[in-house]
């Protein structure tokens, strides 16, 4: 299993460096079906948190 990387509080380059590893490690024995999966979960979260924090934007009627 591989690990979290470990990401700084200033969020750097070598920090986007240690994900993008960390991305291909996950998916590198993935099939492509897998790997589309993996990325539209992973998009759904985002996606879910996007709505949410734009309800607590928006005034409510």
């Known amino acids: 299993m591989v690990t979290k990387p ?21 998916t ?6 897998e790997q589309l999966d993996f990325y539209n979960e992973g998009a759904k979260v985002v996606l879910k948190e996007m709505e949410e924090r734009k309800a607590q934007r928006s005034p409510k009627e």
């Open 28 to 33: 590198k024995d993935m099939t492509l079906q």
């Open 6 to 26: 470990d990401i700084s509080p200033d969020f750097t380059i070598e920090d986007i460096h240690k994900i993008r590893e960390y991305h291909y490690e996950l």
